[in-house]
């Protein structure tokens, strides 16, 4: 007997679709350019959510979330885009370390350390950290 299948799940695989081939999704009856809109939507809600969150830690200007925007950037590109949960497990712990050196120390060493482990990362697992998780699926 199949699974049932929740809403999101549906949704999930749609954009997936989507994403692949957007003229094949179409000729499936997948509706491209609304399934788009929400999710460019729903992406710029969650920004708008984060920067309500960030700005009584940090300063209005027109690039505060620039240097956010490139930690988080490298986090995924350190994980490999491919795979979520290792993209999940190497923001946190990249981030956690970050955050606890800064601290402890000052925020410049907590930089200092994201960026060197990002770098390290890069130059063992050029493909990412989950490169082997992906020769596994």
Same mark, same amino acid.
């Given at each position: 007997?199949?699974?049932?299948?929740?809403?999101?799940?549906?949704?999930?695989?749609?954009?997936?679709?989507?994403?692949?081939?957007?003229?094949? *999704?179409?000729?499936? %009856?997948?509706?491209?350019?609304? =399934? @788009?809109?929400?999710?460019?939507?729903?992406?710029? +809600? !969650?920004? /708008?959510?984060?920067?309500?969150?960030?700005?009584?830690?940090?300063?209005?200007?027109?690039?505060?979330?620039?240097?956010?925007?490139?930690?988080?950037?490298?986090?995924?590109?350190?994980?490999?885009? *491919?795979?979520?949960? %290792?993209?999940?497990?190497?923001? =946190? @712990?990249?981030?956690?370390?970050?955050?606890?050196? +800064? !601290?402890? /120390?000052?925020?410049?060493?907590?930089?200092?350390?994201?960026?060197?482990?990002?770098?390290?990362?890069?130059?063992?697992?050029?493909?990412?950290?989950?490169?082997?998780?992906?020769?596994?699926?």
């Amino acid at each position: 007997t199949p699974k049932p299948s929740s809403a999101a799940s549906d949704v999930y695989k749609r954009q997936r679709a989507v994403v692949q081939d957007r003229t094949t *999704a179409a000729a499936l %009856g997948i509706d491209a350019r609304r =399934l @788009s809109c929400i999710t460019f939507a729903i992406g710029s +809600a !969650s920004a /708008g959510l984060a920067g309500a969150v960030l700005l009584p830690v940090i300063p209005a200007a027109p690039n505060m979330g620039f240097a956010l925007a490139i930690k988080g950037f490298l986090a995924v590109v350190a994980a490999g885009p *491919a795979i979520v949960s %290792g993209t999940v497990l190497s923001v =946190l @712990s990249l981030g956690s370390g970050s955050a606890m050196v +800064a !601290s402890y /120390g000052s925020r410049v060493l907590g930089d200092l350390l994201f960026f060197g482990a990002t770098l390290l990362l890069l130059c063992r697992f050029p493909l990412g950290v989950t490169q082997g998780w992906r020769l596994k699926l």
